[in-house]
């Protein structure tokens, strides 16, 4: 079993930056694709980035890309999600989550393990 602890959200203004922290314990997990997905109110839960198990691919929804880095250490067994230029819309409790098939997808069906979020919340 792998347990995914997520820290670092809060309330931010609109143009300021967060940085996300995910840390696993249980197992290591560097040899899982890692995924940040986020639900606002009222909405499904959505993709917003993955990185495979080697971090040497990265996919980000389009809403966030070029404002949100994905990046992992596998040594902490920790992964990050930077965001920087935030926007009232990002405003969400945002999930990280695991996949041992390490390929890493957008498609949150995929991921075995999940954490229990930290809320993001971005004021204009």
């Known amino acids: 079993q792998v347990q995914l602890v997520e820290s670092g959200g809060g309330l931010v203004q609109a143009g300021g930056s967060l940085r996300l922290s995910c840390a696993a314990s249980g197992r290591t997990i560097s040899s899982y694709a890692l995924g940040w997905f986020r639900q606002a109110p009222g909405k499904e839960r959505e993709f917003v980035a993955a990185i495979t198990w080697s971090g040497g691919t990265t996919d980000y929804a389009g809403s966030v890309k070029g404002r949100f880095t994905i990046s992992r250490d596998n040594t902490k067994n920790t992964v990050y999600l930077q965001m920087n230029s935030l926007k009232p819309d990002d405003t969400a409790v945002y999930y990280c989550?695991?996949?041992?098939?390490?390929?890493?997808?957008?498609?949150?069906?995929?991921?075995?393990?999940w954490g229990q979020g930290t809320q993001v919340t971005v004021s204009s």
């Open positions: 989550a695991a996949d041992y098939r390490g390929a890493g997808a957008t498609n949150l069906g995929v991921y075995d393990y």
